[in-house]
């Protein structure tokens, strides 16, 4: 046997969504865990995104009356993930999320973790069979991070999004010159605000707020957990896993692992030669994921005989990333790298570099980068460009400015944004060709006067809705492009993390190129090949099955293990 310095039942490596899920359920059944995270940090990128998860036929849905079943949700995967024959995205891994994501879900309840429903975020594809208008998001509540104990708040990773807000609230702000909802919520948000700091409370939005709450109760559970501790390579024994080497004190360290070790570490998206191999033409710039994303333990993993797929596949984040904001990396105040919401929004779309418009930009945020990076793949389309005219400039918020308000100099004098009279010049200023943008132009008008964009049925779904003009009394997806001055600005496709790792089963077990399991080793989150294979299938699907193979992994090794009974 090895020679250990200390031994847990459960190590898991890194600190991200559900590694403190798959925690709580080893504690639940008295076995003793240890979280080993790489940064100084907790949380992961989990903790700097929206936090929402992806969880179908839950309690919340059925508490608020909202339809939804076992066999409807598998009829959405089937019609969407289940179109692609994929090792990460097997029908058993699929049928094994239905059953098991609610349940994490009351399990979290019944641990004290406070969370919600968002009232409506449709599923991105909620127009296929199976498909919810409704949505079927779980986030958790607003949460006070100075309830941790002394010295815990310091260590929880900051939010992407500096108001005390639910994410529902923030939909409604960049209205607020507009509609009395969007006045109310800000008033809502800033007395929120204000009575925390009368108050000496610290509230967190978003992720922040659900690895704020998963913390809180791993450390009442006694779940030891260290920061600055990452896992730098597997112990195996007859191609078994039984521990990890971490480093103390500047030395390398050597835990054993009695059931087996939880890799949930992250994707590559911070990882440029791992980029350049499985997703040419992506940059480590145009992601908004933690700096330690580099795929490392993947890495080790692969190492150790473990097989990897859907490498090439990432939760896309449309970017416009002007001067001054060229890395998301360092965290993204919401808004204001463009992306889905902004883009989507009416008196705008999107074109290659030879000025044809190619998708709906109401797709999904994945959708709309694959089908760009696909696009590049035929015709210039990296950057591609996104053009707008003066209606949009006058009612939507531009990259987190007010609508109607002066952009800054620099994005003009930079090329980054450009501005002209008409769409000729505009096109002139684009290096492209005035009657080819003016055919997209006049085209895409012309079809918007008709209330059907019959090239790419854009505002058709809920979800299309959703991402256009929340107040508009018409077509809230659809508007022309005709009132001058016209504007053009580059739009590159980012990401939120990788989601292509290592292939594990539905017991989240790592598996072989053989198909047999590594005993002892799990893996979730990005570290693992998606079980919605190429597909978003809605807000969550990161961290929704981060969590739910974060509980299976953990229920699993004690289980099988012959020890919890």
């Known amino acids: 046997m090895s020679n250990f310095d200390e031994t847990f039942d459960f190590v898991v490596a890194g600190s991200g969504g559900g590694s403190m899920c798959a925690a709580l359920m080893m504690r639940k059944l008295g ?222 360290w050597r835990i054993g692992a009695n059931l087996g070790v939880l890799i949930n570490a992250g994707g590559f998206a911070q990882n440029q030669e791992m980029r350049d191999k499985y997703m040419p033409g992506t940059s480590a710039k145009w992601t908004g994921t933690v700096a330690e994303d580099t795929g490392a333990m993947i890495q080790e993993m692969m190492a150790k005989g473990a097989a990897v797929a859907q490498m090439d596949t990432a939760v896309g984040c449309q970017m416009a990333l002007p001067p001054g904001r060229e890395n998301p990396g360092d965290g993204v105040i919401f808004g204001s790298f463009g992306g889905q919401m902004d883009i989507a929004k009416p008196h705008s779309i999107l074109v290659d570099q030879t000025g044809v418009r190619y998708m709906s930009e109401g797709s999904s945020y994945t959708e709309f980068c694959a089908t760009q990076r696909k696009r590049n793949e035929q015709v210039p389309a990296i950057p591609s460009l996104w053009i707008m005219d003066d209606q949009y400039m006058k009612t939507f918020m531009f990259l987190g400015t007010m609508p109607g308000k002066a952009k800054k100099q620099e994005w003009y004098d930079s090329g980054w944004l450009k501005k002209a009279g008409t769409i000729e010049e505009l096109a002139t200023l684009c290096n492209i060709d005035p ?81 047999t399991p590594i005993p002892g080793l799990y893996a979730t989150g990005t570290s693992s090949a998606s079980v919605f294979g190429r597909f978003a299938v809605g807000a969550g699907s990161n961290i929704g099955p981060a969590f739910t193979w974060g509980y299976v992994a953990a229920k699993h090794a004690a289980y099988a293990s012959n020890i919890a009974g």
């Open 31 to 252: 076995k003793s865990v240890v979280i080993l995270e790489k940064s100084n940090l907790i949380g992961g990128t989990t903790a700097r995104s929206g936090g929402v998860m992806w969880i179908p036929n839950n309690r919340f849905m059925k508490e608020a009356g909202v339809e939804d079943s076992y066999e409807k949700a598998a009829t959405y995967l089937d019609s969407t993930s289940g179109q692609d024959d994929l090792p990460g995205s097997t029908t058993e891994r699929r049928a094994t999320y239905l059953r098991e994501s609610p349940k994490m879900i009351d399990f979290l309840v019944e641990q004290g973790i406070k969370l919600r429903r968002i009232p409506h975020y449709p599923d991105y594809h909620d127009h296929l069979p199976g498909g919810s208008a409704p949505g079927r998001t779980v986030v958790a509540e607003l949460f006070n991070v100075n309830e941790l104990p002394d010295g815990w708040a310091a260590k929880l990773r900051p939010s992407a999004i500096p108001f005390p807000a639910h994410l529902d609230e923030l939909y409604w702000l960049p209205t607020l010159t507009r509609s009395m909802k969007g006045k109310m919520n800000l008033a809502k948000i800033m007395l929120r605000g204000l009575v925390a700091k009368l108050t000496g409370k610290s509230i967190a939005p978003a992720g922040r707020a659900l690895q704020g709450r998963m913390l809180q109760a791993a450390l009442k559970a006694n779940v030891d957990i260290r920061v600055s501790s990452g896992v730098d390579s597997l112990i195996t024994e007859d191609g078994a896993v039984k521990g990890v080497v971490t480093t103390k004190n500047g030395a390398p």
């Open 435 to 515: 009657a080819t943008l003016k055919a997209t132009v006049d085209n895409f008008n012309a079809d918007v006067r008709t209330g059907v964009d019959r090239q790419f049925h854009r505002g058709e779904r809920a979800f299309d809705k959703w991402l256009g003009d929340a107040v508009a009394t018409g077509n809230a997806s659809l508007g022309t492009i005709e009132q001058g001055p016209f504007y053009a600005a580059q739009v590159v496709p980012g990401d939120v993390s990788t989601t292509g790792g290592v292939v594990t089963d539905s017991n989240a077990r790592v598996l072989r190129e053989d198909g």
